[in-house]
């Protein structure tokens, strides 16, 4: 007799990582939280509350959309919560509820499931769902949030001045703009999420040593947009600074221009994808009407992904090039 | 007989509002169906506009088949398209001129809307007058149908308000409810979603009534590639494709390869198609 079971014929893979689509979930799940606390601490308790409609909103969105389609529960796989919370870190905290739940939906049902759920979308769900509130809803969406880091509560203090994005153009850093260690910290005005570039960096770290993300685009991302801005600005350090620290950058580069599904794979493609982002962000911030660019450009870097991956293919071992092909048939017949 | 042909002709008037919808299942005139849905008063004034230039040259195009010679074919269909539309144009800026002003470019624009010059091609050149003519009403009622729903879609989430008139008469979902200058959506404590009445707004609901109409007809059991229009594609081995009717024909490349192959080829792609 056989023991079948020790003698498992099978195709390749035969060995398999303990990476699975929940365990990285909930790692990005992990390294979303310092952000959640420090927009918790910055904007009150409303901030909670948006964060919460925002991810019940994207797992009943889910649920109800794969049982509508008769299609296995996707659910257990946590990927609706990372969306609900990156949709709700690029919301005000001031935002009404019901269009944040609209938002969960179109990010989950319109973008995510229509294409056919988890690693089928082509942008974003959370960032398009962003863009296509900040075109429904512009009023809305612009109008920044800061209430007093002393006062922990459910009022918020709208801000309807400009956000820090709004306080900085080509003629440098204009007055009345916060300080580069409050924006580093995060006590500003601007979206839940994107304030506090502190423990957005300490979420990134931990996911860049979990090995969940690779640093290469979250570096070239950031590393473009300081040199652009550096020669952009001429040479005016401060508002470099502020330039990177203001703003979606480090939400954007950390968290969704490094998504799987719409993110180019080879290392050389993330390198192109990372100075594209750079490079259109500062181009919207700089000379566009919007203050803000880094939602655009990861979307349009998004669609651009197919491109990015057929150019940068890698060769497969023992390929000769079309060229070198003919030379070795012309050898031969000669 | 004459049972069949009076089935037929039925079939010809009604084929145009669900089964055959121009907009939502042969997408057609796409163009002025993005443009100018954002009011239902624009939507009904176009799909009126259309409908008339449809039914008229459906019916000169088909009393003008056997004379057109094939090769000057859609010049002659553009002549008599503009014709009409030159008409209609002229009789809305006389009697309608605030929806003269609300269609702008897209009522002149109605001679190269591919419903009109699609049902020429594909129908009234190969059918008699009376049968044509019901093409067309089948049609422009499809046309004005889908326009009206998709408009009424968006202006409604747009802007809170529904323009609910033809020809300046009628009244507005506002006045209805005697709100003023506020809308339906903010008396029930919600804003309008002005994405709704924006471009890409005029997609999203555009594509969302494409698969909703899809999937009813997939329901009753109809296969979506069932389309009467004529379609010639070229494969990757360079035979011609026809498509009509829901028949599909290959017709082989003419070359010097052993004709064998060639139509095991072409009976492996019928089979798949």
Same mark, same amino acid.
């Given at each position: ?162 956000? +820090? ?125 919007? +203050? ?23 060769? +497969? ?18 | ?12 008037? @009604? ?22 849905? @954002?009011?239902?008063? $624009? ?139 506020? $809308? ?54 360079? $035979? ?34």
């Amino acid at each position: 007799m056989i023991d079948t079971k020790k003698l498992t014929v099978s195709a390749s893979p035969h060995q398999k990582s303990a990476a699975t689509t929940t365990r990285i979930m909930l790692d990005v799940i992990i390294a979303l939280v310092p952000a959640g606390i420090a927009a918790v601490l910055v904007f009150g308790l409303r901030a909670l509350a948006v964060i919460l409609v925002s991810v019940v909103s994207c797992v009943l969105a889910e649920f109800l959309s794969r049982k509508a389609m008769k299609k296995e529960d996707t659910v257990t796989d946590l990927s609706a919560i990372v969306t609900g919370l990156l949709l709700a870190y690029n919301l005000p905290a001031g935002i009404p509820f019901w269009i944040v739940a609209l938002g969960a939906v179109v990010a989950i049902v319109v973008i995510k499931q229509m294409f056919g759920g988890i690693g089928q979308n082509f942008i974003n769900p959370a960032l398009g769902a962003r863009v296509i509130l900040m075109s429904a809803f512009p009023g809305r969406m612009s109008a920044g949030a800061f209430a007093d880091t002393n006062r922990i509560g459910w009022g918020v203090d709208t801000v309807t001045g400009a956000t +820090p994005m709004g306080l900085v153009g080509l003629d440098g850093v204009k007055e009345g703009a916060p300080t580069l260690m409050e924006m580093f910290l995060g006590t500003t005005s601007g979206c839940i999420g994107e304030v506090s570039a502190l423990a957005l960096l300490l979420g990134g770290i931990y996911l860049m040593v979990r090995k969940v993300i690779s640093p290469i685009i979250p570096c070239t991302f950031v590393a473009t947009v300081a040199i652009f801005c550096t020669f952009a600005q001429g040479f005016d350090m401060y508002a470099v600074a502020y330039e990177l620290l203001g703003g979606g950058l480090f939400l954007g580069a950390i968290f969704m221009a490094t998504d799987y599904t719409t993110s180019p794979i080879t290392n050389k493609g993330k390198l192109i994808a990372g100075i594209f982002c750079g490079v259109v962000t500062c181009i919207i911030r700089l000379w566009g009407s919007l +203050p803000e660019g880094v939602s655009f450009s990861i979307i349009l870097m998004n669609v651009f992904v197919p491109y990015f991956e057929d150019w940068t293919a890698p060769t +497969p071992f023992g390929f000769i090039k079309e060229k070198k092909q003919k030379k070795a048939k012309e050898e031969t017949k000669a | 007989m004459a049972e069949a042909a009076k089935r037929s002709a039925l079939g010809e008037l @009604t084929k145009g509002f669900v089964k055959e919808n121009p907009v939502l299942r042969l997408v057609l005139g796409t163009c002025p169906t993005l443009a100018i849905t @954002t009011s239902v008063e $624009n939507a009904i004034g176009m799909g009126v506009a259309a409908t008339l230039v449809l039914i008229m040259s459906n019916i000169v195009i088909s009393a003008l088949r056997k004379v057109i010679p094939s090769k000057v074919r859609v010049p002659c269909f553009i002549v008599v398209i503009a014709a009409f539309v030159s008409m209609i144009q002229l009789l809305v800026k006389a009697f309608a001129p605030g929806l003269d002003a609300a269609l702008g470019i897209y009522l002149p624009l109605i001679v190269v809307n591919c419903i009109i010059l699609g049902r020429a091609e594909a129908f009234a050149s190969k059918n008699p007058i009376g049968l044509s003519a019901l093409d067309g009403i089948g049609m422009g009622i499809g046309f004005t149908v889908a326009l009206t729903l998709m408009a009424a879609i968006r202006e409604f989430f747009g802007s809170g308000n529904l323009t609910l008139k033809v020809l300046g008469f009628g009244t507005t979902l506002t006045d209805l409810f005697g709100l003023g200058d506020s $809308n339906v959506l903010s008396a029930i404590h919600l804003e309008p979603i002005i994405i709704f009445i924006l471009a890409p707004g005029g997609f999203f609901v555009f594509g969302l009534l494409v698969a909703l109409v899809n999937l009813l007809s997939s329901r009753k059991g109809g296969d979506p590639s069932e389309l009467n229009c004529c379609n010639v594609t070229e494969d990757a081995d360079g $035979n011609l494709v026809l498509v009509a009717d829901g028949k599909t024909i290959v017709m082989p490349k003419v070359d010097t390869t052993p004709q064998v192959k060639k139509v095991e080829k072409s009976g492996k792609e019928a089979a798949e198609a």
